[in-house]
């Protein structure tokens, strides 16, 4: 019983006593801070934010100018149609949408230049003749003016503009919910990694016990053999032990330094080449009840919340499309001051006023493309929520299947130390008989054989049980919140 106590605590004993110790958190969070995958999945949210802000574009000011001259010679229909134009003229106007209204509004300029040749009418009269002049040769004409248009219908309140704004909103938390789940199922493949090196340390470990034990066993046959109390046969037995004691050492330690060596590089950090893994791989932990784990899988799992966002995105793309579809009727006004003269400095008194006022009405007759494009996305919805109700039913069996094989495992895990007591307890036996000379080597090397295969199962059955576990934290969507 006393040395079952002494290996277990063996198995358990932290492995800061074998050199500097690094921990799963820690090695967790030096990953997060060196390796590429963590900081590239962080930019895809970033990118949706920037394809967001890019939509903002609708609501900046456009301006727009437009320079023209014409020069003609008309056919000339009447005596006051001229012989000669000579035009020139400068528009320019500046436009903005306002999202909170739907509303747009425009102010403009225009400077034109008119110069042309105009016959004069001549009268005869007793005292000669009359000249009338017809119109001026040359005017300039300066104008500003603004206008404001109102959707009173389709468009109200300018939903329709910033539609595709709107719905960046979820292609962002659809992209950040994404990004943290493909850390989390890279973070669960480190993980695992971890284990098998803790699993390897640890059979290291017992095989190192192994061949000491075979050591002794050959030491003490060779004390016996020149004792004449055993045959020659036990001691070419006991070194056989030896050697396969030492060659399964050696090609555990091979396996060790590679796995060290490749978590070094996935850490970027050498030092970890000369660690030992600080993890209690036979630490039991107690499961909240099924009902209850999935009660909060339900409602805070990613993947689920993904499949929530993406539903709330198609739920208001259909009502833009069903209001793309609704008559236009718009309300627009405007208003502006003009002046005009042959001299352009009194051209830019702007005395004379205009104003507009306008109600128009439009719409589409079966209106089938907006239409179509509501009943396309019903079906999208509907489509998604039956995506949401299999994800549910798989990660409940998921959740239910993962809960009873850690539970079951933790039973094994018991039988395992219960096969560790025996196995000890029929090895000292074996050691009292040959010892008195009642019983043979062979068995005794098979015993401490027994022990380390129960050792070997134990350590084996218990790096299985935590990876469950991790695997359970990942579903959960806990990893990343870890305490491991």
């Known amino acids: 019983m006393k040395q079952f106590i002494l290996i277990i605590?063996?198995?358990i004993l932290p492995a800061t006593l074998f050199g500097q110790a690094i921990s799963m958190e820690e090695f967790i969070d030096q990953v997060k801070l060196t390796h590429p995958l963590m900081k590239r999945e962080p930019l895809s949210p970033e990118i949706e934010k920037i394809n967001k802000n890019k939509q903002l574009t609708a609501q900046d000011w456009f301006a727009n100018s437009e320079i023209s001259y014409l020069a003609s010679k008309p056919i000339q229909t009447s005596p006051f149609s001229p012989s000669r134009i000579d035009r020139a003229s400068l528009n320019a106007d500046f436009r903005r949408s306002f999202w909170s209204t739907g509303g747009k509004l425009a102010l403009g300029w225009s400077s034109i230049r008119l110069d042309q040749d105009l016959q004069n009418i001549i009268i005869p009269s007793p005292d000669g003749q009359s000249t009338i002049p017809v119109g001026v040769s040359k005017l300039y004409e300066n104008s500003v003016s603004i206008s404001y248009s109102q959707p009173l219908w389709r468009n109200i309140g300018g939903k329709l503009d910033r539609l595709d704004y709107d719905l960046s909103d979820y292609e962002i938390e659809i992209a950040e919910l994404q990004s943290l789940e493909n850390q989390e199922k890279f973070l669960l493949g480190l993980t695992y990694k971890f284990l098998d090196w803790v699993l390897l340390e640890e059979e290291r470990r017992i095989a190192s016990e192994r061949l000491e034990l075979a050591r002794e066993q050959l030491a003490h046959s060779k004390d016996l053999r020149e004792?004449?109390?055993?045959?020659?046969?036990?001691?070419?037995?006991?070194?056989?032990?030896v050697r396969s004691a030492r060659q399964n050492l050696v090609l555990i330690e091979s396996q060790v330094d590679a796995a060290r060596a490749e978590l070094a590089v996935l850490a970027q950090n050498e030092e970890i080449n000369s660690m030992q893994p600080d993890y209690d791989i036979y630490r039991l932990v107690e499961l909240p009840e099924q009902e209850i784990?999935?009660?909060?899988?339900?409602?805070k799992s990613r993947?689920?919340?993904?499949?929530?966002?993406?539903?709330?995105q198609l739920e208001e793309l259909q009502l833009g499309f069903k209001e793309s579809g609704d008559p236009s009727l718009d309300f627009g006004i405007g208003v502006g001051l003009k002046g005009g003269d042959e001299e352009f400095a009194s051209s830019l008194e702007l005395l004379k006023p205009d104003f507009s006022v306008s109600l128009t009405f439009s719409q589409q007759l079966g209106a089938r493309a907006s239409k179509a494009d509501a009943d396309r996305t019903r079906i999208q919805i509907e489509q998604v929520e039956y995506q949401k109700m299999e994800l549910l039913l798989n990660l409940e069996s998921s959740l239910r299947n993962l809960s009873i094989q850690i539970n079951d495992l933790e039973e094994v895990l018991a039988l395992n130390q219960q096969e560790i007591e025996s196995?000890?307890?029929?090895?000292?036996?074996?050691v009292r008989l040959y010892n008195q000379g009642r019983g043979e080597l062979t068995f005794v090397i098979q015993s401490r054989d027994n022990?380390?295969?129960a050792q070997l199962l134990y350590a084996r059955n218990a790096a299985n049980y935590h990876k469950l576990l991790l695997q359970y934290r990942e579903l959960t969507d806990r990893l990343?919140?870890?305490?491991?």
């Not at 993947?303 to 709330?312: A, D, G, H, I």
């Not at 196995?423 to 074996?430: F, G």
Request: proline fraction near 0%; aromatic fraction near 8%.
């Open 9 to 11: 605590f063996m198995l």
């Open 293 to 299: 784990a999935f009660y909060n899988l339900r409602a």
């Open 227 to 241: 004792a004449n109390l055993v045959d020659q046969v036990d001691v070419l037995r006991s070194e056989d032990a």
């Open 303 to 312: 993947l689920v919340r993904t499949l929530e966002e993406q539903v709330k």
């Open 423 to 430: 196995a000890i307890q029929r090895t000292e036996e074996e």
């Open 451 to 453: 022990i380390r295969n």
């Open 480 to 484: 990343l919140e870890y305490d491991i």
